[in-house]
């Protein structure tokens, strides 16, 4: 790593040089305070303190950026994400609104088409239904509708998905939903590298950002580059990660899921099959070069979603290699998915409702024609 | 309120001669509530409407050219084709839209009128505070956004007007069988809100409203919900065949039309000749015409603006001060992705 870091000398000083709308001063200063959020044990945050650190300083370098949903101010956030925002920006900065999905979202939207950067949260986006007239049809459209003349500068993020045990109204994934809509970047998060740099961009982002993340994911801890934590650290909107290579079968995720995908990819590599996990990062715009150059490499596509499968994000994945990478293909492409059911209580059936990693081990067997683990002597 | 009524009846014409087309929304009759309150505000101050809004956006300054080319379709219209009559949007005049579905205006009203108060007292600017006005008809006022935007309104005193514009119809659901207590009005001191009940059809009763409004959202003193009583002489919109509207009741309003009244106004009150009325009649008759003109000459949008805005930056980040996308800045982040 020490070596790595030495070619990017270059790279890390520019960045370090000053990012948007911050002096030299004052990054330092958002460095001192974001060494805060490092856990004791070395350059490892959770998803949770990356998100706080990117908004906060976000927040410090550019005084349009505000927050605002339910209880993210005294309560600290909903689960803890915009823990300390309202001590170091203030309540004009921080607002916790009243319950009101449909109104706070419009007004955020028009705090946005008149200038200001709005962080509005959604405790799930579950409740985001309530508002999503305002999702799509004030926000994504309106840039289209004016002739480009009005944009709207405004993130969405709250935790998406199944998380554990809250039932059918609590657990649905919306990656599929928010990504047909042109007008809106949908980005979908994984690690804390992708947290922080996902969030920054998000919000320098002159366009509507949707920012899916996981509740599950939150308190999981990742070991970070000293580059992940410098303030001037974005992603690109748009481009999938290759989070590790592989030659047999190439297997396309997003979130929670990428988690499950490398542990399957551990034990299969132990049976021989050597697997390439592509983390999406981002459901729109939907990095197709990324995903069809992997599936050209491997012959084998696997999409994993924690999503209901009809007209999901995997049918698009599926939908684009078919297209476009047809001849190159050995075995027929195939989707993991939720089940197509709302998702029960039981925790017993909710296992069952949600991809485990067995399920990606034993399709991944099949896709490279294996009937069993070879190890296994036994019929 | 000429220019509107002028205009709106040559919309008429348009659409008949197939010039115009999709969902279009007359505001004839209801002239007084847009030039009462909309001709006390600055440039700077900010407008949201539904989808009845070509008067609102005459009203705020849009040029009568620039509204008729975008509900041709032309891409010399104020949101070059691709709004059309119910979304009318301009950043310049501050209108803020142009909205289909009713309540939405409202929440981006009180957006903005949050905006206006952030930028005073977080970002310290200096100057006048700008308001912003949410019209919307008598359905709105049953809707839940409706609701929440005057509970946060007046919770955080925030600068904006809601001005109810009763015609009495929802298309074809009256008012009296759609609201338990048809007093929009009244629903605001629920809310610890300044509220008033005004006649829609005389200019100048609504101008006096509209004035301690105004004053009192920019003085900081919060929002005030406006009910004015007014009338739409046409249906609903030209699709609409209009007849569940008693011929009684339409009388009784046309009787009371606001252009009339103020005509009257200016003759009896010696303002002004009828000589000088004809002729800005007549003036306003060429800038009608000007702009029908305007608009039948206009291209249509090319066909490669089908594709365009639909991101204010594709490629993310933003547009940097050299005016290239940042993300082509090689100084600029890359990400640690190797792909």
Redesign the interface.
Known sequence: MLAAFGKNRA?VS??L?GGNGGDGASAAAVWAVSKRFMSASGDSITVREALNSAIDEEMTAD??V?VMGEEVGEYQGAYKVTKGLLQKFGP??VLD??I?E???????????????KPIVEFMTFNFAMQAI??LI??AAK??????????V?IVFRGPNGAAAGVAAQHSQCFAAWYGQV??L?VLVPYDA?DAR?LMK?AI????PVVFLENELLYGESFPV?K??LDP???????????MREGSDLTIVTFSKMVGYALKAADELAKEGISVEVVNLRSIR?LDRE?INASVRKTSRLLCLEEGWPQHGVCAEICASVVEESFYYLDAPVERICGADVPMPYAANLERLAVPQIDDVIRAARRICFRKQDKRKATA | MVLGRSFEDMCAQMYYRGKMFGFVHLYNGQEAVSTGFIKLLKQTDFVTSTYRDHVHALSKGVPARQVMAELFGKSTGCCRGQGGSMHMFSAEHGLLGGFAFIGEGIPVAVGAAFTSKYKREVLKEEGDMPVSIAFFGDGTANNGQFFECLNMAQLWKLPVIFVVENNLWAIGMSHYRSTSDPEIWKKGPAFGMASAHVDGMDVLKVREVAKEAVERARRGDGPTLIECETYRFRGHSLADPDELRAPAEKAHYAARDPIVALKKYLLDNEIATEAELKSIEKKIDEVVEDAVEFADASPLPGRSQLLENVFADPKGFGIGPDGRYRCEDPGFTAGTAQV
Request: glycine share 14%; charged share 20%.
């Open positions: 790279l520019s960045l040089r005084s349009k505000f004009d900065r609104t009243p009101t449909a109104g706070f979202t419009g007004l955020g939207v028009g705090a946005a088409m008149y200038g200001l007239d305002h049809n004030s309106t840039n289209y509708m004016s002739g480009g003349t009005i944009n500068p042109p007008g970047k590298e740099g961009a320098r982002d002159p366009d580059s580059e992940v001037s650290f974005t992603l690109p909107i748009g481009k999938a990660k290759i715009p990324t």
